[in-house]
C-alpha cells in the first residue's frame, strides 16, 4: 500500500510539473505571437491577422494540453466540472481561431 501511495505522489508533482511547463509555454508563445502581430501592424503587413491567429492557435494548443493533464490530479466532481469547463472553452477557442485562419488563408490565397 506505502508503495502505491509513493507512485501516486510521485505522478501528482510530475503531472504539476508538466501544467506549469505546458502553461508556460502557452503564455510565452501568446506574448511573443502578441508582438510579432503588433510589429507586422505597425509595417502594415498584410499578414498580420494571420500570423498573430497562428500563434494564438498555438498557445491555446498548449494551454488545452495543460488543461488535460489537470485532469489527472483532480479528485472531486466539482474540480471535475471547472476542468471540464476550461477544456471546452479552450478548445472552442481553438477551433474558431483555426476557422479564422482558414478563411484568412482563402482571402490571401
Keep these: ?52 491567429a497562428r500563434g494564438l492557435a498555438m498557445g491555446l494548443e498548449f494551454k488545452l494540453g495543460s488543461e488535460i493533464l489537470r485532469t489527472v490530479v483532480v479528485r472531486e466532481w466539482m474540480e471535475i466540472g471547472t476542468v471540464a469547463g476550461i477544456i471546452v472553452l479552450r478548445a472552442a477557442l481553438t477551433f474558431l481561431i483555426h476557422w479564422e485562419i482558414k478563411e484568412e488563408e482563402k482571402g490571401i490565397g
Excluded: C, D
Design 1 to 52: 500500500m506505502e508503495t502505491i501511495s509513493l507512485l501516486e505522489m510521485l505522478l501528482h508533482h510530475i503531472v504539476e510539473a508538466a501544467i506549469l511547463i505546458f502553461e508556460f509555454i502557452g503564455v510565452g508563445i501568446i506574448i511573443f505571437s502578441g508582438f510579432q502581430g503588433f510589429i507586422l501592424y505597425l509595417k502594415r503587413s498584410p499578414a498580420t491577422k494571420l500570423t498573430l
